[in-house]
């Protein structure tokens, strides 16, 4: 594969954003049913055939960085339930002009990649885990796993990896375990970070208001601890972050169904079919899989990402606005 040392454009919307941070989902696949993410069956997987190959993903990726991409992470689905991705990874850290590379995964099967990871460089790691509790845990994912979560979640903060926990406050289901979840902030330098539910679920559940806004998650965070105070975060950031007193870690909370965040977003998600989503609120404005499968695609795909670039919704609102019935859309493709 040839990973070339392009010269760097820039990628800016049509609002004045630059995007530079890609969202690479590379399967749609997983080995947990998280009741938040997707139906517990009858979910309709993409025909292996409609995934991009790691050839594929790499080219992709290549492309992009010379657009201006300069900070990648990779999603799903679970990633790590396709057996090829430390190729990618591979051929990623090798990548002129990427400077970040990282990953989003519920830490079921990444055990045993811990330690090329590490040479890789890949050290940031984001791990949803969204309770504590083990029958809580186990209600949401509808799977078993919760000792080799918690068990690769010590393991990659003892090995000194930057991990942030993914934690949804979902009504009725897991709120109880905000504040002991903070306990791992206490003890081990980790975010543990709190998101609002958004409705993309497979349809699985329907809702156009939430119960556990940021607002409430910090209210009952204070009422346990009052003191704790608002740390800096990078503009792009879609968390509020804070630290408490005392803790080795800090906490944060991401607004992702409040949208605060839109006028700095810097974010490009591809799926792992080649849906271009340029907005979490908007649908797929187009594929480039098939693009990139065609001759001279390397040309096409830059002019088809800029046209993308160029007709970015404003804001997560609008764009709900102007894709009615998007709910239908489950994380599992989209990659969050
Ligand atoms: N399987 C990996 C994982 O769970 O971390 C990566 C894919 S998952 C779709 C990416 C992120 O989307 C996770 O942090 C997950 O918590 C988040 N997510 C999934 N469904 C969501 C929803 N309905 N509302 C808010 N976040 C969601
Ligand atoms: Fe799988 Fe992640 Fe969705 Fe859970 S949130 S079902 S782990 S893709």
Not at 75 to 98: A, C, I, Q, W
Not at 178 to 192: F, G, N, R, S, T
Not at 304 to 322: M, N, V
Request: charged residues 25%.
């Amino acid at each position: 594969m040839g990973i070339r040392p392009p010269l760097k454009d820039m990628l800016i919307d049509n609002h004045n954003r630059t995007i530079n941070y890609l969202r690479l989902a590379v399967t749609d696949r997983c080995n947990l049913r998280c009741n938040y993410c997707m139906p517990e069956e009858g979910i309709d997987f993409s025909n292996n055939h409609k995934l991009f190959t790691i050839d594929e993903l790499s080219k992709l990726s290549a492309i992009l960085v010379s657009q201006g991409i300069d900070k990648i992470r990779i999603t799903g689905g679970e990633p790590f339930v396709r057996k090829d991705l430390m190729v990618l990874l591979r051929n990623l850290s090798k990548m002129n002009g990427l400077n970040e590379i990282s990953i989003t995964t519920n830490a079921t099967l990444i055990g045993p990649y811990i330690d090329e990871l590490k040479e890789l460089g890949i050290t940031n790691i984001n791990v949803s885990m969204d309770a504590i509790n083990r029958s809580t845990f186990e209600k949401i994912t509808r799977r078993d796993y919760y000792d080799t979560v918690h068990d690769n979640i010590l393991r990659l903060i003892t090995e000194g990896f930057k991990v942030r926990i993914n934690f949804i406050a979902l009504d009725g289901q897991n709120t109880e375990d905000i504040l002991p979840m903070l306990e791992l902030a206490k003890h081990y330098d980790v975010c543990v970070r709190y998101l609002e539910e958004m409705p993309f679920n497979g349809g699985s559940r329907k809702f156009d208001s939430i119960v556990w806004d940021y607002k409430r998650i910090l209210e009952h965070i204070k009422e346990v601890y009052p003191d704790y105070k608002k740390i800096p975060s990078h503009e792009t950031s879609t968390s509020i972050n804070y630290k408490i007193p005392g803790f080795k870690g800090t906490f944060g909370v991401i607004p992702s169904f409040s949208r605060t965040f839109c006028g700095s977003c810097n974010r490009l998600r591809i799926t792992a079919t080649g849906d271009v989503i340029t907005c979490l609120y908007a649908q797929a404005c187009m594929n480039i899989r098939d693009i990139l499968r065609s001759d001279a695609s390397e040309e096409k795909i830059r002019v088809q990402i800029l046209k993308a670039i160029g007709s970015r919704s404003k804001t997560g609102f609008e764009a709900q606005q102007e894709y009615q019935g998007i709910f239908r859309n489950s994380m599992t493709s989209i990659g969050g």
